[in-house]
């Protein structure tokens, strides 16, 4: 309940209007389903328009908010205000509904150019900041706090005035601003953001502890206690190295301000928590690939001297995820991400196995040849779960950052080593207070996405890798050729998540595979084609070329990548928004891309709850009334939430 009563924090992330949308959706739905749908019949709301409400609402409870978790786009209910107003009137806790739906009305329909996207200034709006606030205003306060060795992970920022801002920090307790002068600004730190939902999370945090199964778990979540309650992320810091020495759990858990994905600045994290059930026996591969992890780290292609000296083998397990509270649920994670942290001391990778098991199946999937398409979907689930294992374990585990600390003292050798990018010696690194979020802000998460997806892409190929996971012979042959084929279809379909009018990218890890897309196709030898047919368009890709010509590209690219990141090269900016530009040739493929999308899956989570001494898994069915069943059953409709 920890994780689920935090991830109300993610309403307040998203959008000024989602915390009353969600109370005002669970007020309306505290009346059962189809007893709603007959008082929306009597009050003359159609079948269709009921539907329309019950697939409003599935989606916003799936992206906890109105914009989708996968592309930050908003997303507006199909059925017109007036049939909405009509029907939330029939629901039996009306007169407490309707109020909030006059409070969110204009906002939950609104959309004008600058509500469409997440984003900055005219680019979009966002929760974390004040819709004042420019780029400039935010890159000023984050040299602020890196002069003061602050993380931004858990704050947002307010204009408050001409040169006024409130940096709030998510806290349960409330404590009297502290206000600083930093160029002719002021900066007033106020802690408590978020308190009330805090508040719980903290409450069940410290029931949890008595079940905790070990000292390292009582320690962890002892820390988990200090970080919501005080604000400081050094507790959090300290909550994650016992997390990462904890090591085999049969339950495996995570909580915080995690990633910074949606962050506009991309240096604040999104609340999430999970709880989970470790699959032993898939497991098992995976720790068969952290024993050898050090073989596979010496096959890529950059120095040596750009990875870490000592590989700090962590724990790699495959999760039954029982509860994932944030936006949206990854596939795989690499955490903590904490620079120092992820260096010097160790991570954890985990793999969440049934949510890479859960597919829907599909009529046909796009832009395949009838050959190709049968093999992808044979093979889907087993070459994307090789791929999440080497993209979290040897993609975000791999690289050293080279950084000066406070003594002046390198962790490199400036007379021996070479830059392999420019020649010469390295003329820029991290220094003290920088990481790889704040020196890098808006790129940062896709660049890191697209070293990942590629080490994992480039690692593939080995045939000892893929023995790993069981595959060998042709099958391990067709397994990395749907790897491959994966990739580039997603650079195709990543189109979707490009906005023109702004020429902004809504996603990170399709930034990153579109990045890749175009490094392939440069590759020349035709390893890889996009061939355009009437109205439709077929990814073709040379199986025999993928281990030469494919290789060769993903491995200068990879050189590239880590340069770019191991020596902090702003540099890697231009590079990389010139990379994943979009062409009026692409912009061509992308009305296709659009014509022919899918809809996204969201996920209907159990609940469970004690039953004369006993938990229970209480399970609901996988459908639009399942999921706002099972967001009743956790929450109900007195649910407090922030306006």
Not at 133 to 160: A, C, G
């Amino acid at each position: 309940m920890a994780s689920w009563h935090g991830a109300l924090i993610v309403l307040s992330q998203t959008s000024p209007e989602s915390p009353a949308v969600f109370a005002l959706l669970q007020k309306m739905f505290e009346t059962p389903v189809e007893e709603l749908r007959e008082a929306a019949r009597k009050a003359e709301v159609t079948d269709e328009q009921f539907n329309h409400a019950l697939e409003y609402a599935s989606n916003f409870y799936g992206n906890m908010g109105n914009y989708l978790s996968f592309g930050d786009t908003k997303f507006v209910p199909r059925l017109p205000k007036e049939a909405f107003r009509t029907l939330v009137g029939t629901c039996a806790r009306a007169s407490e509904a309707m109020p909030l739906f006059e409070l969110c009305a204009e906002r939950l329909y609104s959309l004008n150019e600058r509500e469409k996207n997440l984003g900055l200034e005219e680019k979009g709006i966002s929760a974390y900041y004040s819709p004042d606030i420019t780029f400039e205003d935010v890159k000023l306060v984050q040299e602020f706090m890196d002069e003061y060795s602050m993380s931004p992970y858990n704050t947002r920022l307010f204009k408050t005035g001409e040169k006024e801002f409130e940096l709030r920090v998510a806290s349960a307790l409330l404590s009297p601003a502290q206000t600083f002068e930093h160029k002719a600004v002021k900066i007033s730190i106020v802690h408590g953001d978020h308190s009330p939902y805090l508040q719980r999370v903290v409450s069940h945090l410290e029931e949890a502890r008595k079940f905790a199964a070990n000292d390292t778990q009582r320690q962890m979540i002892a820390k988990y206690v200090d970080h919501f309650t005080c604000g400081s992320v050094d507790d959090h810091k300290d909550s994650q190295r016992h997390w990462i020495r904890d090591l085999g759990p049969a339950v495996e858990t995570n909580i915080g301000f995690i990633e910074s994905y949606r962050d506009p600045y991309g240096v604040r994290g999104e609340f999430e928590g999970f709880v989970s059930i470790v699959n032993k026996e898939m497991s098992e591969k995976f720790a068969s690939l952290v024993r050898n992890a050090e073989a596979f780290l010496a096959m890529l292609p950059w120095p040596k001297d750009f990875e870490k000296d000592t590989f700090l083998k962590p724990d790699f397990t495959s999760l039954e995820v029982l509860c994932f509270a944030s936006s949206g649920i990854p596939a795989g994670i690499n955490i903590p991400n904490y620079d120092d942290i992820r260096q010097h001391e160790g991570f954890k990778n985990v793999s969440l196995g049934n949510v890479l098991s859960a597919h829907v199946p599909l009529d046909r999937v796009t832009f395949l040849s009838e050959n190709d398409e049968k093999l992808f979907k044979d093979l889907q689930g087993k070459a994307f779960e090789v791929q999440v294992g080497l993209h979290e374990l040897l993609g975000h585990g791999s690289g050293k950052l080279l950084s000066e600390d406070d003594q002046g003292i390198l962790n490199f050798d400036r007379d021996t080593l070479t830059n392999p990018l420019k020649g010469g010696p390295i003329t820029s690194w991290y220094k003290p207070g920088e990481t790889w979020d704040s020196k890098f802000t808006t790129c940062a998460s896709t660049i890191e996405e697209c070293r990942a997806e590629a080490v994992g892409l480039y690692l593939s190929t080995c045939p000892e890798a893929l023995k790993i996971f069981g595959y060998e012979g042709d099958m391990a042959n067709d397994v990395m050729f749907v790897n491959w084929l994966i990739m580039c279809r997603g650079g195709l379909l990543a189109l979707e998540f490009y906005t023109p009018s702004t020429r902004q990218w809504r996603q990170a890890h399709m930034q990153a595979r579109y990045a890749i897309l175009r490094t392939l196709l440069a590759a020349g030898d035709g390893v890889l084609k996009i061939e355009k047919l009437d109205g439709d368009l077929q990814i073709s890709l040379d199986r025999e070329k993928i281990r030469t010509s494919g290789c060769k590209a993903i491995r200068a690219f990879l050189v590239e990548l880590m340069t770019y990141k191991a020596t902090a090269d702003l540099g890697a900016i231009s590079w990389y928004t010139d990379l994943t530009s979009v062409s009026d040739e692409f912009m061509k493929m992308r009305a296709i891309v659009l014509e022919k999308k899918k809809p996204r899956k969201v996920f209907v989570q159990p609940h469970t709850l004690l039953k004369e001494g006993h938990v229970v898994l209480e399970e609901f069915e996988a459908s639009n009334a399942g999921m706002i069943a099972s967001f009743q059953r956790r929450f109900g409709a007195d649910v407090a939430v922030v306006l």
